[in-house]
């Protein structure tokens, strides 16, 4: 349902843009983010966007650094990262999120690896 790509190795200070491909036709219904994981601690929340893009969240160890967007059109999500540090390296997992009828549907992408060098 969910295809994450754009992780790569990169030194600090530099940029990476993450995609989110879904498969989804409601694609526009869900709340979409960003989670990642690194090695021994739990996944954490990174971003996440409304269905509108009205409403964004970040954590406080990104704001001003990375920017989540969406295009519904394209059912796709994206996460720009700049000024990476070291400590954002973790794999980064996309998303989605809706609730409707009382039923609650949850999806994950596989992860990629976003790695980076001091």
């Known amino acids: 349902q969910l295809e994450d790509s754009g992780g790569g190795l990169v030194q600090a200070g530099a940029s990476l843009r993450l995609s989110c491909a879904a498969s989804?036709?409601?694609?526009?219904?869900?709340?979409m983010g960003w989670f990642r994981q690194a090695p021994g601690k739990e996944r954490e929340l990174v971003a996440r966007i409304n269905w509108n893009a009205a409403s964004t969240d970040y954590a406080d160890s990104v704001k001003g650094r990375f920017t989540i967007s969406r295009d519904n059109a394209k059912n796709t999500v994206y996460l720009q990262m700049n000024s990476l540090k070291p400590e954002d390296t973790a794999v980064y997992y996309c998303?989605?999120?809706?609730?409707?009828?009382?039923?609650?549907?949850?999806?994950w992408g596989q992860g990629t690896q976003v790695t980076v060098s001091s």
């Open positions: 989804e036709r409601t694609f526009s219904s869900y709340v």
């Open positions: 998303n989605a999120y809706r609730t409707l009828a009382g039923t609650i549907n949850l999806y």
